[in-house]
């Protein structure tokens, strides 16, 4: 029989061990993910030519698409597809305007509440007026800065083509930026390595094949007029007499100036080895590697001034990449699905990884990205500051706040511009633009013009800053913008004789369904607005500064959100709404009110989770976006549904369709859609890491054992 002494003695001793084993179980789980691991399960390959299938290189500032060749050598196989872009941030083109059209011809006067008359920028049917709005919404243009490819030829001299292309084995390495392709032409072996530049607008490329030695083997470099089209490459190749391509230099260097109208850049070429730089035709040159060598490199790098320094050779480029992906991987937050056992989370990951690899090359730069980013244009290259938001709030919650915060200078670059368009629409503060390019002008629409929820995102992305960093610099780096931004939203809102401010007419609201002159107090603008003006005030309390009156009378009398039978309708006087189909289509956004936003006093939880059962019940889905998805899994995480967040991230959808290099196709027109991977991400890290006041580890996803996921540096969001 054991002694009370020797029982004691032994339970301490017991709960030691136990203390320490799980002291060890608990250091066992914070070991750091093996990021590279995770990544390189997701390598990009590519087995056959594949329009939708089209990889990048780039930086953020500066990308370059290629096709099964590892170049640009079949572009125009790729043009219905994911199109092979040479795009920069800041190459863009203007044609000369024609008869100088300004904003006043387009300009169209329509009344608010209280008597208020406002002008909007709009796209009128017929006469100078439709011309003006053409030109306007058109230009500048983001501009293609050149093909670059390869020439197959045979023995006798004639073009292959991609037919002639054979046993293609193709990779993305993620980790380090590299695209390598392997193939045969007439069987023989090529292989074409190709890196981008992490500091510079350049790529470099190196190509091994016995067809080098055959001189059957050129590179191509081919310079396009810009072009106006809506949804395209945005090159031209017919305006010849419109531009001009001058060569100069020698030896082993080329400095290419390219004029077009008032628009110039340049183009420094480099090559390792024999070759000789000819003219083919007018703007179309051909790099042709001398005979006796089986390996050939090349770099070019493009600028928008005349460059004093000379281009870095394939080495340099390659460790540019190799440094820079790897800096890119290993900084911020990071989320591994290996050990969950739904048989989801595998494509899940896969998406969220190719989603980070794209945001970083296309979304990341001085300005806001435009829909396709830097690999084709839509909407004539400009970017929708509405989808700044989608493209952009991800970021700081991965822990990459220096990635939204580049392109955040901007808006004080075309802040006057905006204080321009409230000045003139008889507000105060300033009114940013929907659809613009870098120069800030907005572009006519009768459409974009009359939205309003791009207003509060400056707000809500300096206040991601602020969280990521917050410092003293971070406030007065950010408060002027904060400040006009809010000082216009408190203009807008109008007071009436209920006692409550209102969001009037003319106005579209995110659902972009309804008529602007019909249309007040959406739902989501009306959450927004409250939740800005609030963040605002939390500035100026921050600064010590003393809180706007105004803004307090505004956001304290907010109309209150429309409801019937227990749901939100999407705007006031929508009676009936959610007993007709044919209304419930494009983006249900009055679910942002709480899924993008977090809950304010606007919101009832209840009457928002009759609202998403409404909306999952019965809609018209195939006339969802990309970014709906996510929006729809955030809004469920805060009503304590993680099952139905990840439902709605996996819904099979079109437009939920994530290609095998990542891209969020949509349909024929749009075969990208950067808003849907960078709802993708946003949706992931705050299902992960979770919301302020959320409770328990991963609060987006389920509890019943199958979505173990190890999530690091993660940011929570507001």
């Known amino acids: 029989m054991k002694c009370p002494n020797q029982i004691s003695n032994l339970s301490v001793l017991a709960l030691i061990i136990l203390t320490l084993a799980g002291c060890s179980q608990q250091v066992a789980e914070e070991k750091p993910i093996d990021r590279e691991s995770v990544v390189s399960r997701h ?31 079949f572009h125009q196989t790729y043009e219905r597809g994911v199109a092979l872009g040479t795009q920069a941030q800041w190459a863009w083109h203007t044609i000369p305007n024609p008869d100088d059209y300004t904003i006043e011809d387009v300009a169209r006067e329509y009344e608010s509440c209280n008597d208020k008359v406002v002008p909007y920028a709009v796209q009128p049917r017929d006469g100078r007026a439709k011309k003006a709005s053409d030109w306007l919404r058109a230009n500048p243009h983001r501009l293609h800065l050149g093909i670059i490819g390869l020439v197959f030829l045979t023995e006798d001299g004639k073009e292959l083509g991609i037919e002639d292309l054979k046993n293609i084995d193709q990779q993305l390495d993620l980790w380090t930026g590299k695209i390598e392709s392997n193939y045969t032409v007439e069987g023989e072996p090529v292989k074409v390595e190709l890196y981008g530049h992490q500091e510079n607008d350049a790529i470099s490329a190196k190509i091994t094949s016995p067809l080098l ?3 059957r083997i050129k590179v191509k470099l081919e310079f396009p007029y810009g072009n106006e089209c809506h949804v395209c490459p945005g090159y031209d190749w017919d305006s010849t007499d419109k531009h001009q391509t001058l060569v100069s230099g020698s030896g082993n260097t080329r400095l290419i100036t390219r004029n077009l109208d008032d628009d110039q850049y340049f183009a420094s070429l480099s090559w390792e080895g024999s070759g000789e730089l000819n003219e083919k035709s007018p703007h179309h040159l051909w790099l042709e590697p001398q005979a006796n060598q089986e390996s050939f490199a090349f770099s070019m790098a493009f600028s928008k001034e005349k460059p004093n320094t000379p281009t870095d050779n394939f080495e340099a480029t390659a460790q540019s990449s190799i440094r820079g992906l790897a800096d890119y991987w290993k900084s911020g937050g990071f989320i591994d699905f290996g050990a969950c056992t739904d048989p989801r989370a595998e494509e899940l990951e896969r998406r969220v990884i190719l989603s980070q690899y794209l945001t970083k090359i296309q979304c990341s730069g001085s300005l806001p990205p435009q829909e396709t980013g830097l690999t084709m244009n839509s909407w004539y290259g400009k970017f929708h500051l509405e989808m700044h938001w989608w493209h952009g709030v991800h970021f700081p919650l991965w822990g990459k706040a220096d990635l939204l915060e580049n392109s955040m200078d901007w808006y004080y670059q075309v802040m006057e511009e905006a204080r321009g368009t409230a000045q003139w629409q008889g507000y105060d503060g300033v009114r940013w633009q929907k659809m613009t390019g870098p120069e800030g002008r907005k572009s006519p629409s009768s459409v974009g013009e009359f939205l309003a929820w791009q207003q509060p995102h400056p707000i809500y992305m300096a206040e991601l800053l602020y969280r990521a960093n917050p410092t003293e610099e971070t406030l007065n780096k950010y408060k002027e913008m904060v400040f006009e931004t809010a000082t216009f939203m408190a203009s807008f809102a109008q007071l009436k004789a209920d006692g409550k401010y209102h969001l009037c007419q003319p ?25 800005a003006l609030k963040t605002a005030l939390k500035w100026q309390e921050r600064l010590g500064i003393n809180a706007d009156p105004k803004w307090i009378e505004v956001s304290d009398n907010l109309v209150d959100l429309q409801m019937e039978k227990g749901m939100y309708l999407p705007a006031e006087g929508a009676e009936g709404y959610y007993d007709e189909i044919e209304r419930k289509r494009d983006h249900p956004v009055v679910l942002g009110s709480l899924g993008m936003l977090p809950l304010t006093e606007k919101v009832n939880p209840d009457i928002m989770g009759n609202t998403f059962a409404r909306i999952l019940e019965e ?23 993680p099952e139905e967040a990840i439902n709605a991230l996996f819904m099979p959808m079109q437009k939920n369709t994530y290609l095998v290099n990542g891209h969020n196709y949509q349909n024929e027109r749009l075969r990208l859609y950067l808003p849907g991977n960078g709802g993708l991400l946003t949706a992931v890290a705050m299902m992960a890491a979770g919301w302020d006041n959320s409770v328990g580890d991963a609060p987006g996803f389920p509890k019943d054992g199958t979505w173990n996921i190890k999530s690091e540096g993660l940011a929570k969001m507001p």
């Open 43 to 73: 390598q990009v390959l590519i087995e056959a030519v594949d329009t939708l299938g089209s990889l990048s290189v780039g930086n953020g500032e500066f990308a370059f698409t290629v096709d099964a060749s590892g170049l640009q050598s």
């Open 213 to 215: 030695a055959k001189n």
């Open 507 to 531: 106005l579209i609201p995110a659902q972009e369904l309804f008529h602007p002159t019909e249309t007040n107090n959406p739902p989501f603008e009306v959450t927004y607005w409250y939740y």
């Open 619 to 641: 809609w018209q889905w195939e006339t969802t976006w990309g970014w709906d998805y996510p929006m729809i899994a955030m809004t469920a995480a805060r009503l304590g549904k």
